[in-house]
Antibody
Framework: EVQLVESGGGLIQPGGSLRLSCAASGFTVSSNYMSWVRQAPGKGLEWVSLIYTSGSTSYADSVKGRFTISRDNSKNTLYLQINSLRADDTAVYYC????????????WGQGTLVTVSS | QLVLTQSPSASASLGASVKLTCTLSSGHSSYAIAWHQQRPEKGPRYLMKISSDGSHIKGDGIPDRFSGSSSGAERYLTISSLQSEDEADYYCQTWDTGIRVFGGGTKLTVL
């Protein structure tokens, strides 16, 4: 059974940093394309970042230069390093498995909440 | 620019059917999309992928009450025999090289 479990969220001050984790089971992270998607309170889904099987990465313009997606193959875990946090980064962050390089998300985690506030 | 447009809200009665629409931006009418359901306070759940020819690939365990279709730049999700647990937000998603795009979502109310 495919499962994705996010962790690492919390309350963080503006300008701070945080690393989110997404532990996967039932499949191999490194053999799949993986995305991070966020949802601000009361808002819709916003794609954030994608990592290819090759290790190449892609980012939404709104987070480019501040967010870094990565994975640890030995732990079968996906990460999102978030730096220079701003109030508008406040959101639930979801990881998702994608069906391919140009494809849709077919499994989602339950999300982890990041709140940026002083 | 690749954009998906959804109506903010829809409603239908228990036991009835409802058809949700997702519209692709100009020049992108050949793109496939995927539908996702998000119940209150839950993570999204993949429902199905719909191609421009109307063919679809459903997610694991998705009931036959959920079906999809296409016409031009529009992609549809039809839910028949509506149940109370179908009350949720529904998002469409598409993709291109290196990006994913979501529609604004449709909030479905089951009356």
């Amino acid at each position: 059974e495919v499962q994705l479990v996010e962790s690492g969220g919390g309350l963080i001050q503006p300008g701070g940093s945080l690393r989110l984790s997404c532990a996967a089971s039932g499949f191999t992270v490194s053999s799949n394309y993986m995305s991070w998607v966020r949802q601000a309170p009361g808002k819709g889904l916003e794609w954030v970042s994608l990592i290819y099987t090759s290790g190449s990465t892609s980012y939404a313009d709104s987070v480019k230069g501040r967010f870094t997606i990565s994975r640890d193959n030995s732990k079968n875990t996906l990460y999102l390093q978030i730096n220079s946090l701003r109030a508008d980064d406040t959101a639930v962050y979801y990881c998702a498995r994608d069906r391919g390089s140009n494809a849709w998300s077919d499994y989602w985690g339950q999300g982890t909440l990041v709140t940026v506030s002083s | 620019q690749l954009v998906l447009t959804q109506s903010p809200s829809a409603s239908a009665s228990l036991g009835a059917s409802v058809k949700l629409t997702c519209t692709l931006s100009s020049g992108h009418s050949s793109y496939a999309i995927a539908w996702h359901q998000q119940r209150p306070e839950k993570g999204p759940r993949y429902l199905m992928k719909i191609s421009s020819d109307g063919s679809h690939i459903k997610g694991d365990g998705i009931p036959d009450r959920f079906s999809g279709s296409s016409s031009g730049a529009e992609r549809y999700l039809t839910i028949s025999s509506l149940q109370s647990e179908d009350e949720a937000d529904y998002y469409c998603q598409t993709w291109d090289t290196g990006i994913r795009v979501f529609g604004g979502g449709t909030k479905l109310t089951v009356l």
